[in-house]
């Protein structure tokens, strides 16, 4: 008996350079097309393939996920700053403060990228309608 789906098997997208090419801004099918239009606007569809690309539902995920890594780099570096510097707490409130602005900002597009790519190579929220098949002859 198989547990693994041969249908599903079938239709499997690679998912990491899917997820790669969304986080360089790339269409996840192709990789030529420009996958946002803004700083964070997606294109309703890939200028370069046609890949229908408004069925994304990053939503929260990606400022999740930046919170998530910036605090984890800040924190740490935080504690070592002071343990070693012993800096001011206005110092270290606006250094701190930039830096995690910067970084958020930084992180925040390629995050929503990837996350799209993910969901492209998943055929999650409406990415998972089949590919047209070429009609068979009749014989």
């Known amino acids: 008996m198989s547990y693994v789906d041969d249908d599903a098997e079938a239709n499997k997208r690679p998912m990491k350079p899917a997820m790669l090419r969304g986080a360089v801004g790339r269409c996840p099918s192709c990789g030529e097309g420009h996958l946002f239009r803004g700083y964070l606007a997606i294109n309703p569809t890939c200028e370069h393939c046609g890949e229908e690309l408004h ?3 990053a939503d ?3 400022a999740y996920l930046t919170v998530l890594i910036v605090s984890h780099l800040g924190a740490p570096l935080l504690m070592a700053i002071y343990m070693m510097y012993r800096p001011s707490p206005m110092t270290m409130f606006i250094w701190f403060s930039i830096g995690a602005i910067v970084l958020s900002l ?3 597009r ?3 990228g990837a996350l799209i790519g993910l969901q492209w190579a998943r055929r999650m929220h409406g990415f998972g309608r089949a590919e047209p098949q070429p009609e068979a002859q009749p014989s």
């Open 55 to 57: 069925h994304q539902r």
């Open 60 to 62: 929260d995920g990606p």
């Open 106 to 108: 930084a992180l925040l």
């Open 110 to 112: 390629p995050i929503k």
